[in-house]
């Protein structure tokens, strides 16, 4: 039932309403009924689909992630267990930026590659449950994920990526200390953007001999927004302007650690009191367009010795904005936010089966045939709504693992005078504070 519903969902020719709609394409040989009791009863191994996911990743664009979470609003759910209060920068309210809507909090990763398109191809999924950590759940995504690269490398030592290190990029809601100080010692890179306002510690100088006391761990203080603090960069770079792009000035500090601020540290998981808080070491990156519509960004970088290339690292984390346009299609086309499940674990078999329906529309990019409208440009690659329009035409070729519905009959139906029971209602949990 859930290859079926995958199929229906990519041969539909539009937005889905709601979940019975599936039952109408001819590729769903079951009823209506059953689409939700896949849901509910269906078993997906989400260990062994995240391996299957992150084997179909283009490993010649150079193994560019984007970590982010984004939302399953269920406001008007009280009998929906674990909703917590999540922040939705897509609803303007009041003027403001964003609202607080209740529901389901859900983290993806996601390959972005280094081409400027709007394909992502997600890798990961997994829901931030209630007393959950934003961050320790990307520490267990990206662990898992780099078990998967490691098992598809050539056994020389090399990989169809050119034996780069994979790059992680995650935005300013993600702890750089956290991230960094977990997976030392890994073969990735992270890259997290860091506050306009943020202070950066350079290392201490070397201890002049004879002195007692504890040893300094903080040097010089570098803060973001003051210029009077910054030292000469180690590193420089200047990208000439391109046709339609401005041009861009890109700086790098190496060996600087993020001052971690108390508040921050105490939610740190195996953070103890009246003990050093962690020291995480890497570089800071300032990019700069000449163009004042962009304003200049900071980045703190991550990883093993020797990897760090700052071509590579600024384009990749520009790339990051990727994953945007995969939660837009994915909630517009794919109706991923679109079932009123009452449960969040039947919305994690739902995500997982939109995870599915987009990266076979990954692979299927060279079979479609280019069903343009009259107002779209005629050159280009193709855009995923492009593909999902002629996956209908491809389907009967490529045949489906599901088997046969067997007949039945319909059930007797609720004895009479049998009521039912009243859905526990739950409250709404506050999450945990990010880092």
């Known amino acids: 039932m859930l290859f079926e519903m995958v199929d229906a969902l990519l041969c539909h020719p539009g937005r889905l309403e709601s979940l019975p709609y599936l039952s109408l394409e001819p590729v769903l040989r079951r009823g209506h009924g059953s689409v939700y009791a896949a849901l509910d009863r269906g078993r997906i191994d989400a260990a062994v689909l995240a391996g299957v996911l992150a084997g179909v990743v283009d490993r010649s664009s150079g193994l560019v992630f984007a970590l982010d979470c984004s939302q399953w609003p269920r406001p008007d759910a009280p009998t929906s267990p674990d909703r917590t209060l999540n922040y939705d920068a897509g609803k303007d309210v009041g003027g403001g930026s ?37 961050n320790v759940v990307a520490v267990g995504q990206i662990e898992a994920l780099l078990k998967q690269v490691a098992a598809d490398r050539d056994p020389d030592g090399g990989d169809d990526g050119g034996g780069l290190v994979p790059i992680v990029c995650a935005d300013g809601d993600y702890s750089p200390v956290y991230l960094g100080g977990r997976l030392t010692g890994e073969r990735v890179q992270i890259v997290v953007r860091l506050r306009k306002d943020a ?20 040097g010089p203080k570098m803060k973001l927004s003051d210029r009077r603090s910054w030292r000469d960069p180690d590193e420089y770079l200047a990208v000439p302007a391109e046709p339609g792009r401005a041009a861009v000035s890109v700086s790098v500090w190496h060996g600087m650690h993020p001052r971690a601020s108390e508040s921050a540290a105490l939610r740190e998981p195996g953070y103890r009191p009246g003990y050093s808080r962690p020291v995480t070491r890497g570089s800071v990156v300032w990019v700069c367009s000449a163009d004042p519509a962009y304003p200049p960004m900071w980045l703190f970088w991550t990883g093993p010795e020797g990897s760090f290339d700052l071509d590579r690292v600024w384009r990749a984390y520009l790339r990051r904005y990727g994953i945007e346009h995969l939660f837009r299609f994915l909630k517009q086309y794919l109706a991923w936010t679109r079932p009123r499940v009452r449960g969040p674990e039947q919305a994690e078999r739902w995500s997982w089966l939109v995870a599915v329906a987009y990266v076979h529309l990954v692979l299927a990019r060279g079979l479609i045939a280019d069903q343009r409208l009259s107002w779209e440009r005629r050159r280009g690659p193709l855009s995923p709504l ?27 139906g609720r004895p009479t005078g049998r009521t039912s029971i009243p859905a526990t209602r739950h409250r709404i949990v506050r999450p945990v504070t990010k880092t």
């Open 98 to 134: 964003g609202v607080v809507t209740p529901g389901w909090w859900f983290q993806w990763l996601a390959a972005t590659g280094t081409s400027g398109s709007s394909w992502a191809s997600p890798v990961a999924v997994a829901r931030i449950a209630v007393g959950e950590n934003h």
């Open 199 to 218: 202070v950066v510690m350079a290392d201490p100088p070397p201890r002049e001999p004879g002195t007692i006391g504890r040893p300094r761990v903080h």
């Open 386 to 412: 492009r593909v999902k329009r002629g996956f209908r035409g491809l389907h009967p070729r490529l045949g489906s693992p599901a088997k046969p519905r067997k007949p039945s009959r319909p059930g007797p």
